[in-house]
């Protein structure tokens, strides 16, 4: 069997995208997922043909199965923000074809592919939840061969196996439902030994889930602290004053200063009474002082 080398080569993409101005967090950390598609592969009937025509046949016609279900398992460390190594399992399933010869016979061929990957993974954010990659590595396959035929055709080697090491590419781009969960879609091509000395390409495309392991994000910008409200130290408050229950002021019964006895009273006569009345006009003077000093206290006279 012959696995040829399929048309063109799958071709980077230019990528132009405009950063968002949302800071992005750097999601270093350990991640795990798995992929599943469906695989395709040229087999190069062409060739198949010919060699038969060359082993003595007078014709052939070939009918080929190049397509089959694929998937893999992969690990990563994110280093930073555009970054990535990762590594994986890859199962591309089972490809094979059926031709048949004249003077009659047919002759089957069956190829299985799986194996080891190491890829290093180039990452660009577009925005908080979007990022494209490309990844570029290297694959350890170990394909399998199998051959039978009946009638005229007969296998010398009907069980041959390879393991080599190949490169290996890839396009994809990754949304991100969750800081943790993702989800990929991906096409990549495996360059493979088909175990009877011919190289071939086999194509990969892939719907996968991502999960990060604890990855760790740059910290968000704290926001400034609102400043504390200040409030306008307020007047102090002058102190109530109570004013005494009507009939428990009590006032000295000395004359306030400058108070004195008027002219013409008899000094024996006031000398007697003086500690129990006063002389009426005294009075109304002390009374009057007495208002007075209240106004300027601000009690209120009563």
Known sequence: ???????????LAALAVVCSPIALADDIGWYGGISVGQSSA?????????????????SASVSSDDSDNGYKLFGGYRLNRNFAL??????????????????????????????????VVGIVPINEKFSAFGRIGLNYAEARDSFSGTGSVTVLNPSPSKRDVNYKLGLGIQ????????????????????????????????????YRFGGKSSAPARRAAAPEP????????????????PGKMTFSA???????????????HADTIAPLV?????????????????????????
Not at 278 to 302: N, P
């Open 1 to 11: 069997m012959k696995l040829a080398r399929t048309s063109g080569t799958l071709g």
């Open 278 to 302: 006063y002389d009426m006009g005294l009075s109304e003077r002390h009374v009057e002082a007495v208002k007075t000093y209240l106004a300027e206290s601000k009690i209120a006279a009563r």
């Open 42 to 58: 040229k087999i190069d009937d062409a060739k198949i043909t010919s060699n038969l025509l060359g082993g003595g046949f007078a």
């Open 230 to 245: 200040v409030v306008a130290a307020s007047a102090p408050r002058p102190a109530a004053v109570t004013p005494p229950a």
């Open 254 to 268: 000395d004359p306030l200063p400058g108070a004195g006895v008027d002219a013409g009273t008899d000094t024996k």
């Open 86 to 119: 990762e590594g994986g399992y890859f199962d591309l399933g089972k490809f094979g074809y059926t031709a048949t010869t004249v003077p009659a016979g047919t002759l089957t061929g069956t190829i299985k592919l799986r194996g080891l990957n190491l890829d």
């Open 175 to 210: 949304y991100d439902f969750t800081p943790s969960l993702g989800m990929r879609v991906e096409a990549e091509r495996y360059r493979i030994d088909d175990a009877v000395g011919s190289k071939g390409d086999i194509d990969l495309v892939t719907v996968g889930l991502l």
